[in-house]
C-alpha cells in the first residue's frame, strides 16, 4: 500500500498577525491600534484569560501617555518590521506555500477616519507581497486580526458605531486596488465571534463607555456592523480582484459533553450553537432563527440600515477558515467539577486529555471532529489557518531547541487531520501553524509562551536580540512539506 499523502496543491504554511509580530509601532507612519494599548499582567494566573483582557477608558488613556514597550509588548512583538526579509527567508527555507498575515489598518490609515492612505504603510505591505512572490508563497490576509485604530474606540465607540462600516469600506479598497496583482486569497475579520468574549481587540469596544446601555445589545449591534462589513468586504475584493477567494475565520472551540445525562448533551449543543450563529451569519448570509431568537428572549435590538439584509444574503464568503487548538467539556452544572483555560475560555477540563503549561487541553481527534462538522454544516471548502502548541523553549547550551513536544503535537494534528479528509470527505484547502515564528500571545500578552518553528531571542519585557534560531520542529516541518505529509507515515 502506497504511503498516504495530502492533496496536490495542498498549501502548507503558517500564520501570525501584525499587532503580534510586526513591532514598529510608532514607526513608518503608523497610528496606535488597540492592541498597542494592550498591556501584559504578568502576575496574574496565565490560566486567567479574563484578567489578562480586561480594559478601560483609563487603561487606555495611561497607555496613550506612556512610550514603555515593555509594559505594552504588542509595540514590539517579534521585530518583522525590520527583519520581514530575513523571517520570508525562513518560511521559504521550510517550503511555505502559503503565509498567512494581516494588514495593520493603523499602519494603512493611522486614525482609521482618515480621508488619505499612509504611502509608507502601504508601501511597507507591498515590500512584504513581494518578498513571498520572491519565494514562491502565497499570502492569505485578514483585512482586521485585533487591531482597530485607537480614534475609532475613542470618538466613535468602535464597531458599535454605523460610521465605522464606511472608514472599513474605504481601508478594503484601498488595500485591494494596491495589492490586486498580489494577494488572490483573504478573510475579512479574525475569529469574528471573538467579539462576545474579548470585545476591546475584536471590536475596540469599552464597556465603562456604555453606560445604561444593555452590554450584550452593544455588543451584538457592534457584531452586526461588522456582518454588513465583512459582506461588503467580500463585494469589493470580488469585483477589484477576479478570481479571488474572501473567507470568514471562526475560533473553533468544539464541546462535548461532559455525561451522556441529557441534560448535558444540550448544553454542549447550546454551546455549540453560540459559536456558530457568527459563521452561519457570514456562510448564509442572514441570521439564524436561533439566534434571532435569542435576541427577541433577551430583549437585545439590533438596529439595520434597509439595505443591510440584502447585502448580507448578496455577499456571503467563498470558503471557511478557523483557528482549533483544544477541546472542552460543558455540563448543565460546574458543581464539583475541575475547569481549565482554553482559548479565551474558561470550560471543564477532559480527565481524559493532556493540557498544556497553560491549561489548554491538546485533543487530536478534536481537529477531525471539528473538521467534519464544519463542513458537513457548511459545504464549503476548509482552510485551517491557526493551529499550534504554547510552550516554553529553552536554548541549550549548543544554541540548539530541542522542542520535541511540539513536534508530537504537530504530528498527531497532522494525522487526524488527513484522516478527515481521506476518510471523511472534506475539503480542506490548506493549513497554516500559528505563531510560525515566536511571537506575542493573545491571551496573556507573553513572549515567552511560545509557538514557533522559530525561536526570536525576546522575553516577556521586550529584552533580547531578536536574533532568529531554528527549532528541531523547523526541520520537520520541512520535511513534512517537501513529502507533502508521505513522511509522517514512512
Not at 21 to 27: I, K, P
Not at 30 to 54: F, M, P, Q, W
Not at 417 to 437: F, K, Q
Amino acid at each position: 500500500m502506497p504511503n498516504r499523502r495530502f492533496p496536490e496543491g495542498f498549501l502548507w504554511g503558517g500564520a501570525t498577525a501584525a499587532n503580534q509580530v510586526e513591532g514598529g509601532w510608532n514607526e513608518g507612519g503608523k497610528g496606535i491600534s488597540v492592541s498597542d494599548c494592550a498591556r501584559h499582567h504578568l502576575d496574574v494566573d496565565v490560566t486567567d484569560y479574563r484578567k489578562h483582557n480586561e480594559i478601560t477608558t483609563r487603561d487606555v488613556e495611561e497607555a496613550l501617555k506612556s512610550d514603555d514597550d515593555s509594559l505594552y509588548p504588542k509595540r514590539h512583538g517579534s521585530q518583522f518590521y525590520h527583519h520581514y526579509k530575513e523571517d520570508i527567508a525562513m518560511f521559504a527555507e521550510m517550503g511555505f506555500k502559503v503565509y498567512r498575515l494581516s494588514i495593520a489598518w493603523s499602519r494603512i490609515f493611522p486614525n482609521g477616519d482618515d480621508r488619505e492612505p499612509n504611502e509608507e504603510g502601504l508601501k511597507f505591505y507591498d515590500n512584504v507581497f513581494d518578498e513571498c512572490k520572491k519565494h514562491g508563497i502565497e499570502p492569505l490576509v485578514t483585512m482586521s486580526h485585533y487591531e482597530p485604530p485607537i480614534n475609532l474606540t475613542l470618538n466613535y465607540d468602535g464597531w458599535y458605531s454605523r460610521e465605522v462600516i464606511g472608514f472599513f469600506e474605504n481601508y478594503v479598497r484601498t488595500i485591494c486596488t494596491r495589492y490586486r496583482d498580489k494577494v488572490r486569497y483573504w478573510l475579512t475579520f479574525n475569529e469574528v465571534d471573538s467579539m462576545i468574549r474579548h470585545p476591546y481587540t475584536t471590536g475596540g469596544l469599552i464597556e465603562d463607555r456604555f453606560q445604561g446601555k444593555l452590554w450584550e445589545e452593544v455588543i451584538f449591534q457592534a457584531m452586526h456592523h461588522q456582518f454588513v462589513a465583512s459582506a461588503l468586504a467580500t463585494k469589493i475584493c470580488h469585483e477589484i480582484i477576479p478570481g479571488s477567494k474572501v473567507g470568514c475565520m471562526l475560533t473553533k472551540l468544539t464541546y462535548y459533553p461532559y455525561t451522556c445525562k441529557p441534560e448535558d448533551v444540550l448544553k454542549s449543543q447550546q454551546d455549540m450553537r453560540a459559536l456558530y450563529c457568527y459563521s452561519d451569519t457570514q456562510v448564509f448570509g442572514e441570521y439564524p432563527s436561533y439566534l434571532l431568537a435569542r435576541f427577541r428572549n433577551k430583549g437585545i435590538n439590533i438596529r439595520k440600515e434597509p439595505q443591510d439584509d440584502e447585502i448580507m444574503k448578496s455577499y456571503p464568503v467563498d470558503f471557511v477558515s478557523f483557528s482549533y487548538y483544544m477541546s472542552s467539556c460543558t455540563a448543565a452544572s460546574t458543581e464539583g467539577l475541575d475547569v481549565t483555560a482554553g482559548n479565551t475560555v474558561i470550560a471543564i477540563k477532559n480527565p481524559y486529555l493532556p493540557s498544556s503549561d497553560w491549561g489548554w487541553q491538546i485533543d487530536p481527534i478534536g481537529l477531525r471532529i471539528s473538521m467534519v462538522d464544519l463542513y458537513d454544516r457548511y459545504r464549503k471548502p476548509l482552510f485551517i489557518v491557526e493551529n499550534g502548541l504554547g510552550a516554553r523553549d529553552t536554548v541549550n547550551e549548543d544554541g540548539t531547541i530541542d522542542d520535541q513536544y511540539r513536534i508530537d503535537y504537530f504530528d498527531a494534528h497532522f494525522r487526524t487531520m488527513l484522516d478527515a479528509i481521506e476518510y471523511d470527505g472534506v475539503e480542506c484547502m490548506g493549513y497554516t501553524s500559528w505563531g510560525c515564528i515566536d511571537l506575542v500571545s493573545e491571551s496573556t500578552k507573553q513572549m515567552s509562551k511560545r509557538y514557533g518553528f522559530i525561536y526570536v531571542d525576546c522575553d516577556d519585557h521586550g529584552n533580547g536580540t531578536y536574533r532568529r534560531i531554528p527549532k528541531k520542529s523547523f526541520h520537520w516541518y520541512k520535511k513534512v512539506i517537501e513529502s507533502n505529509g508521505e513522511f509522517l507515515f514512512r
